[in-house]
């Protein structure tokens, strides 16, 4: 091996080594730290451009997030044109715009339910596609990705586990500005002088479609680089801008371009924190956990739902907005990057070797991402 070789390109003796890597570590009787022949340096940087070419979870995401957006942007259309039904059937418009969108969302929730759980129970899969489907993550260091059965182990094992708790305190920081934003965003325009229920509606249009492609854009970026961490941080100060415009202006001009600001730093947010917490966690108890993160992070919006009162500068409202994401986003962003980078050079020191020491290959694999060949997700 030629360790002058410069490594500032991805070449074919990268991809020969990490097609080793991969069929090292996938046979059995070989022990977990197959590459352990190569250096600390070149290790981490043939790590980080196969996390980069298999881990691709975040635009789904980013996609499904952004539908989140697109249905405000819609929403304000859909819900100016509902109110056009007041008086019809007796009831007014704001009854309807309950109605006819409660009907809808309940009729998903029951399709939702015919959704597959796993790969080896989804009918629509070939068995050429299962097998792809069920490697792919295996190739990403995932042992867990076949049918599993919930077990208490899991739960403890997540309770447990620093990652859930800080990813709990970061996500409850996008999940409060975004239900105050969507829940009051309305109200927050018409107390710009735009009087007309109407016109407010149609005015929260644009800054929810601008989201929607940012939403998207920040996805693909965060799945290009891999450093969801930063791309948090990042994104954060796009909204705290915003929020901040609304404290400090009392031009309707400025304050709606603070709007557009702080759909941006929110929405994004959404699904890089919790793409990013999936990817750090392996297994049936990334469910547990996830359940956990988004959960405390929806119970947050009982704060955002009692705190936009003193119409029209709502002050309390955009500094409480403000706080959330210095603190939670920005903070416990960075907080969780440099952890997860520490555990990361310790994995790779073999400073984590010790997990593993005269196991056999299926307790390896219970150990989840606790495995040294498990590496996370900056």
């Known amino acids: 091996m030629d360790s002058q070789k410069p490594k500032s390109s991805y070449d074919r003796s990268d991809d020969e080594k990490v097609v080793r890597i991969i069929e090292v570590s996938t046979a059995r009787g070989i022990p977990h730290d197959p590459d352990a022949h190569l250096g600390d340096v070149e290790r981490a940087e043939i790590d980080r451009k196969l996390v980069r070419k298999l881990d691709l979870q975040l635009i789904p995401w980013a996609v499904f997030f952004s539908a989140a957006a697109v249905s405000g942007s819609f929403g304000g259309l859909l819900a100016a044109a509902i109110g056009k ?83 709990m305190f970061i996500y409850m920081g996008a999940d409060m500005p975004l239900y105050g934003f969507s829940l009051f965003l309305t109200s927050i325009i018409s107390s710009m002088g735009y009087t007309s229920t109407t016109k407010a509606q149609l005015m929260s249009v644009p800054p929810y479609v601008c989201a929607a492609i940012f939403t998207i854009a920040v996805g693909i970026c965060a799945d290009r680089t891999g450093r969801r961490g930063l791309c948090n941080i990042f994104v954060s100060m796009f909204g705290i801008v915003g929020f901040g415009m609304h404290l400090g202006s009392q031009n309707p001009r400025v304050k709606y371009a603070g709007t557009f600001l702080g759909a941006l ?56 907005i403000m706080g959330y994401m210095v603190t939670c986003l920005v903070i416990g962003s960075t907080v969780m990057h440099v952890l997860l980078k520490s555990e990361n050079a310790a994995k790779l020191s073999g400073r984590r070797d010790y997990l593993v020491a005269g196991k056999s290959d299926q307790e390896v694999e219970t150990l989840g991402d606790n495995r040294p060949d498990f590496l996370y997700t900056t």
Do not use: C
Not at 87 to 105: Q, S, V
Not at 127 to 141: G, M, S, T, Y
Not at 269 to 290: C, D, H, M, Q
């Open 85 to 167: 039904m007041d008086g019809l059937g007796g009831r007014p418009g704001w009854a309807w715009i309950f109605i006819l969108e409660g009907l809808a969302t309940v009729l998903f929730g029951f399709l939702s339910f015919f959704v597959h759980d796993f790969p080896d129970t989804a009918t629509f899969l070939t068995e050429q596609d299962r097998a792809r489907v069920i490697r792919r993550p295996k190739l990403d260091n995932q042992s867990s990705v076949e049918h599993e059965e919930f077990e208490m182990a899991y739960l403890w094992a997540a309770i447990k586990d620093w990652k859930m708790y800080l990813g």
């Open 265 to 320: 730093g929110i929405y994004p947010f959404i699904p890089n924190t919790i793409a990013w917490v999936s990817n750090n966690i392996e297994g049936y108890k990334r469910g547990i956990v996830l359940g956990f993160v988004i959960g405390w992070g929806n119970i947050n919006g009982l704060v955002s739902s009692n705190i936009f009162f003193q119409a029209p500068r709502y002050t309390a409202g955009h500094a409480a």
